[in-house]
């Protein structure tokens, strides 16, 4: 079986100031990582992937996030953020032969002008 | 924007009555998804598909019930609707298995049970 926590509901944050938003999984087997996006009143867009190959990943708008095997983690994070990354987001697992995506509950991030 | 649509939108229906929802999709992914979203719960597989007529249950599939008749269309049916049905239903699509590929979602359908 697969999980995912996500240990904060809410985070608010003064713009311009660096945020991160956490994310633990736990998995038998090898795991894929990602980390999506919900902007208010959307669907969900998928941020950033972990799959395999450097444990550093980016995403175009200034996210990233580290795979760390022995803490089981995949932070999200942000050194700036800006107003328009006010949204909600998922942190989600899939395991290597599990074509099912499990998600955690959702960090909804708030950005304090 | 990957090409799928959920209708309706925005549904209130009492309880008891059955109510099925559509996605539809216009990329011819071979995988669908039905999850529901509900506060602190994030969201929940409902039901997938893997093919026409191939179909599997997700973790929170009972009152709920699918079919894919065609590539394109994967309808879920609440045979008798309930109050704790009342959620955002979203629509996903995948081309290969959503364990190392990205899931494309749509603009979800919100069902009200009263």
């Known amino acids: 079986a697969q999980s995912v926590t996500q240990l904060d509901s809410q985070v608010p944050v003064f713009e311009e100031a660096p945020v991160e938003l956490r994310c633990n999984y736990s998995?038998?087997?090898?795991?894929?990582l990602f980390w999506y996006v919900q902007y208010p009143n959307q669907g969900l867009q998928l941020l950033l992937k972990?799959?395999?190959?450097?444990?550093l990943v980016e995403s175009i708008n200034g996210f990233e996030a580290e795979f760390n095997k022995s803490q089981t983690s995949f932070h999200l994070r942000k050194p700036s953020v800006h107003i328009s990354d006010t949204a909600e987001y998922f942190c989600?697992?899939?395991?290597?032969?599990?074509?099912?995506?499990?998600f955690g509950t959702g960090t909804r991030l708030t950005i304090i002008p | 924007d990957a090409g799928i649509t959920q209708s309706p939108r925005h549904k209130v229906t009492e309880t008891g009555t059955p109510v099925t929802l559509r996605c539809h999709q216009t990329?011819?992914?071979?995988?669908m998804y039905w999850y529901r979203q509900d506060p602190g719960h994030g969201l929940r597989l409902i039901h997938y598909?893997?093919?026409?007529?191939?179909?599997d249950k997700g973790e929170v599939s009972d009152g709920y019930s699918v079919s894919r008749s065609k590539t394109e269309d994967f309808l879920l049916t609440l045979e008798s609707a309930t109050s704790s049905q009342t959620s955002v239903y979203f629509c996903?699509?995948?081309?290969?298995?959503?364990?190392?590929?990205?899931?494309?979602f749509g603009q979800g359908t919100r069902l009200t049970v009263v």
């Open positions: 989600a697992v899939s395991s290597f032969g599990n074509e099912k995506l499990t």
């Open positions: 990329e011819n992914h071979r995988y």
């Open positions: 998995s038998s087997v090898s795991v894929y």
């Open positions: 598909s893997y093919g026409v007529k191939d179909t």
């Open positions: 972990y799959l395999s190959g450097s444990t």
């Open positions: 996903a699509i995948s081309e290969r298995r959503s364990s190392n590929t990205e899931a494309f």
